[in-house]
Structure formats: structure tokens, C-alpha cells
């Protein structure tokens, strides 16, 4: 069985311009999550969809930001236009449920670097 | 809110020494404990869970112990290889509300041979 799987898996691009990141989840996962990591730092929550639907999008840093997932299959996270302090690895990950026993796979991440 | 403390690296040992790193976290009812590693240039693995008090996960010779009276889940390994060099994440999954894992800021492991 396919895991999360992240595409590009290395970007680099200039100041001002967009790029646009996609995810594959498990085939069956309803749930489908975006984090980031910048430089050194933890590994912070962007947003959460639940099949289509965005049930939190709190940790989505700015309007530069916007995720969709239409179909409610893979899902996309564009960022336009790009800033320096947007270089990190954004992470996808999906899981089947909400119960406390399911388990969050993660993809191998799509690293940015803005210059 | 829910959080994740976790020791601050980065962490050098020998190879064959004994680690430990610690985590403890903040979280309102049962959450699930996890630690994810990130080896150089890929992406995060989930290494071992626990889901409910005194559950003991382990994976590649890791450990760690679910204690709820002490908030803890401290990841541990009898005798590390260079191959274990890594970047080591404890999170935690509230089983309230929706799902959100929340993670420490991770810690670096080199092992040195």
C-alpha cells in the first residue's frame, strides 16, 4: 500500500514568486494534515481537513497561505507570493479516523527554500 | 493548550552508550504519545507509540513508557549505532476534538563511532 506520498520533494524558488506543493494521502484516509517545519524549529500545525472540508486552519500563518482539497482526495498548499521566512519543510500527513488509536502517517516532506 | 517539552541537543554519544531523551507534555484528557525521527535528508518516520498509561512502545531496540503520573514518555536505547544519528520528535494526539498531533521542537542525535 502507497504511503503519503509529497510532491515536489525539493523546491527552490525566488522572493515574490509561487509555488504550489501537493499531497497525496493513504488511499481512504479522511483525514489529511499540513505541517511545516522552518530551520531548527518544532514541527507546527498549519491545518487539518476532514475529506473536503477545512476543520481547522489555525495554525495557517497568512493569507500568502491556501490549501484546498478538492474531492476531498489529494490536496494542494500554494504559497503566493513566497517570502524568505517561508523556506522549512511542510510536511503532509494523513489518518483514517479521529479515535485515539489511529495512527498519523507522514510523507517525506517537500523542502523549500525561498531566495 | 496541548504541549510537548523535550530536551534540547543537540545529543553526542558514543557508539554503544546508553541514551535517553527526555519528554513530558501538557495535554487535557487521554492523549496518544508518540516519537517520530527524522534521519538526514528524509522525511519523518513514526518510530513507536503508546496509547494508553503504562503502554511500552518499542521499535529498533527504542523504548519509551507512557506515565501519566509523571506526564512523561522519555525515549531510550541500550546501545545506540552511528546509524541511529537522527533527529528525534516527541508528539503528542489529544483525544478531544479533532485530530492535531502536537510535536516538541526535536532533538539531535549524533552518534560517533
Known amino acids: 500500500e502507497a504511503g503519503v506520498t509529497q510532491f515536489p520533494s525539493h523546491s527552490v524558488i525566488e522572493k515574490g514568486q509561487t509555488v504550489t506543493l501537493r499531497c497525496d494521502p493513504i488511499s481512504g484516509h479522511d483525514n489529511l494534515y499540513w505541517y511545516r517545519r522552518v530551520m531548527g524549529k518544532e514541527i507546527k500545525f498549519l491545518l487539518h481537513?476532514?475529506?473536503?472540508?477545512?476543520?481547522?486552519e489555525s495554525g495557517m500563518p497568512n493569507n500568502r497561505f491556501l490549501a484546498e482539497r478538492t474531492g476531498g482526495t489529494y490536496s494542494t498548499l500554494k504559497v503566493q507570493p513566497a517570502e524568505l521566512e517561508d523556506s522549512g519543510v511542510y510536511f503532509c500527513?494523513?489518518?483514517?479516523?479521529?479515535?485515539?488509536?489511529?495512527?498519523?502517517?507522514f510523507g517525506e516532506g517537500s523542502w523549500l527554500t525561498v531566495v | 493548550g496541548d504541549s510537548v517539552t523535550q530536551m534540547e541537543g543537540p545529543v553526542t554519544l558514543s557508539e554503544e552508550a546508553f541514551l535517553t531523551i527526555n519528554c513530558t507534555y501538557t495535554?487535557?484528557?487521554?492523549?496518544?504519545l508518540f516519537w517520530y525521527v527524522q534521519y538526514p535528508g528524509e522525511g519523518l518516520q513514526l518510530l513507536l507509540k503508546a496509547t494508553k498509561a503504562d503502554d511500552k512502545g518499542s521499535n529498533k531496540g527504542f523504548e519509551a513508557t507512557y506515565r501519566k503520573e509523571t506526564t512523561s514518555f522519555h525515549l531510550e536505547k541500550g546501545s545506540v549505532q552511528v546509524s541511529d544519528s537522527a533527529v528525534y520528535f516527541c508528539a503528542l494526539l489529544n483525544s478531544g476534538g479533532y485530530q492535531k498531533v502536537t510535536f516538541g521542537t526535536g532533538t539531535k542525535l549524533q552518534v560517533i563511532p
Open positions: 495535554a487535557t484528557g487521554y492523549p496518544s
Open positions: 481537513f476532514v475529506k473536503e472540508s477545512k476543520q481547522d
Open positions: 500527513a494523513s489518518s483514517a479516523g479521529t479515535r485515539s488509536g489511529n495512527t498519523i502517517y
